[in-house]
């Protein structure tokens, strides 16, 4: 194996609080541990296209650890396989720039690339290695907690604390106005910030894509509680989730990339609710304030051990790999193992078995039994 002298790091897709403690933790590892020299690339892989990069000091990951978003920079746009190249009349079309990446990797001096990412951006990694043999190690990132082959991805623990802050927040206001709030979360395919935040903040209904609904339990579950004096209703729907005889609802798709902004699903529901129950409805859309701001400790806590570990990989040549939680540990884990699948929510598992056990319905039951067991 080749002596590691000088590491590059770059974050790709969406930002997710934790990101500056995995830099920091590789930075301050890196020089301190082992004389190395760290280079930041700014925007993700478009960084590595366009040579945009500045190498990471001491002083340059002094103070990030409480700061949300990252400090290199990042887009979803900057996959080198699928390049988007802006032409000079302002049209844009689809390269591959995966060799000019290859070119700039050696161009750099860079031993080993360290990609903090979702499983798009580690995908991405594994496809340079494995096409262009860039020597890389991943550190899995979402919010979403969707990442396979990982007990937890940093960002997941301050989202579900601001969700559930929205919703003991809601429901003050729900309690006094008498109305039922629909919290829109975010989740693309996966409902764990639904699911972790109804719990913790004492939904009635969480909707997650996992399980499709129909809305006659839903409103079975507000009459329910309409009956028994409480005439208020919460209800966390994932951006993702989905009718049984429905597709998700986006706002837009970029013509480009495909990417799809999801969204607007409560607003659709609002309306049905409000008819069907006699209840005014608000939607609140939490969005990115999921996503920016302080990271919760737990946060700051994984990514700084991601960031340790994944030093710990390059220097022991453990390329192709990302670092995982499994347990109370940090493990290796193969890239190929990590970006076939998502980790998805079991509707037969114990948490949403717990949720049930409370009441809480998911949409998939029968309006008779949630009325029953009120
Ligand atoms: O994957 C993380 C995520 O936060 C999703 O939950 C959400 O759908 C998406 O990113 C939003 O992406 P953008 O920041 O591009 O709108």
Redesign the pocket.
């Given at each position: 194996m080749s002596e590691i002298r000088q590491i590059g790091v770059l974050t790709g897709g969406?930002d997710a609080p934790g990101l500056n403690a995995v830099i920091r933790a590789l930075t301050k590892s890196a020089i301190l541990r082992h004389r190395l020299r760290v280079i930041g690339i700014m925007d993700g892989f478009s960084g590595l296209v366009d040579l945009k990069t500045e190498e990471l000091e001491l002083r340059d990951v002094r103070g990030i650890l409480p700061k949300g978003g990252t400090i290199l920079g990042t887009t979803?746009r900057g996959n080198p396989f699928k390049y988007v190249e802006r032409l000079s009349d302002g049209t844009e079309r689809i390269i591959d720039a995966s060799g000019i990446v290859k070119e700039n990797f050696t161009r750099l001096g860079l031993d080993a690339l360290v990609v903090i990412g979702?499983d798009g951006t580690l995908a991405i990694g594994r496809e340079l290695m494995e096409q262009h043999g860039i020597p890389v190690v991943g550190v899995p990132k979402?919010?979403?907690n969707d990442l396979a082959r990982t007990d937890r991805t940093f960002g997941f623990a301050t989202a579900v604390g601001v969700a559930t802050e929205a919703l003991d927040r809601l429901h003050t206001t729900a309690e006094s106005h008498h109305r039922i709030m629909l919290l829109e979360v975010?989740?693309?395919e996966a409902g764990w910030i639904a699911l972790h935040s109804g719990i913790a903040g004492g939904a009635d209904v969480i909707l997650i894509p996992e399980i499709p609904f129909s809305l006659e339990p839903v409103i079975a579950k507000i009459w329910a509680r309409q009956n028994r004096g409480s005439a208020f209703s919460i209800v966390v729907v994932a951006?993702g989730a989905h009718s049984k005889d429905g597709d998700q609802v986006f706002q837009s798709v970029d013509p480009v990339t495909g990417w799809k902004?999801?969204g607007g699903l409560s607003y659709q529901l609002a309306p049905v609710l409000q008819d069907k129950t006699g209840h005014e409805v608000r939607v609140t859309v939490l969005g990115?304030i999921q996503?920016g701001g302080t990271p919760a400790p737990l946060d700051r806590i994984l990514g700084t051990r991601f960031g340790c570990e994944a030093l710990n990989l390059v220097m022991r040549g453990e390329f192709g790999n990302m670092v995982a939680l499994n347990g109370e540990d940090i493990v290796a884990v193969p890239l190929a193992e990590a970006t076939n699948r998502l980790k998805l929510v079991d509707p037969q598992g114990q948490l949403v078995a717990n949720a049930r056990a409370l009441g809480v319905v998911f949409g998939d039951e029968d309006p008779d039994d949630v009325l029953d067991s009120e």
């Open positions: 969406g979803n979702g979402t919010i979403d975010m989740g693309r951006e902004r999801l990115h996503r």
